[in-house]
């Protein structure tokens, strides 16, 4: 199956080409993420995912390898992300029942990343 192609990397004056999904190339990927982490992202929301989300996140990848969204529509793709069907922002938790396993670009559908403003629900 054909991939899409790479991207420029989004770091100003970054010659280099992104990995499909990826936004920086892999030698500006980790200062990147760093500095969103660092300087970006909410202090309330770094709190939440400490290292026992990354426990809950790694438990239910492996008791849930594939993308729970493409399984429904019949294809076979491997799980990248747990994403939570009810944001911790909105009172969501780490409960099982709360959680959903996705690939990369249904997690970006999910939060509306691919160019779509709505938010696409999971639930059953």
Do not use: Q
Request: glycine letters at 6%; one cysteine or more.
């Amino acid at each position: 199956m054909p991939t899409k192609p790479k991207r420029p990397c989004r770091m100003t004056g970054c010659p280099n080409l992104a990995e499909d999904g990826e936004l920086y190339c892999s030698a500006h990927k980790k200062t990147a993420n760093y500095e969103y982490n660092h300087y970006r992202r909410d202090p309330e929301t770094k709190k939440r995912y400490g290292r026992a989300w990354k426990r809950i996140r790694d438990r239910h990848i492996c008791e849930h390898p594939m993308c729970e969204e493409c399984l429904k529509h019949g294809i076979y793709k491997p799980a990248e992300e747990v994403h939570h069907k009810l944001p911790l922002a909105d009172g969501g938790t780490h409960d099982r029942n709360n959680l959903i396993s996705l690939c990369r670009s249904c997690h970006m559908k999910a939060h509306g990343l691919l160019g779509t403003r709505d938010r696409h629900s999971f639930d059953d």
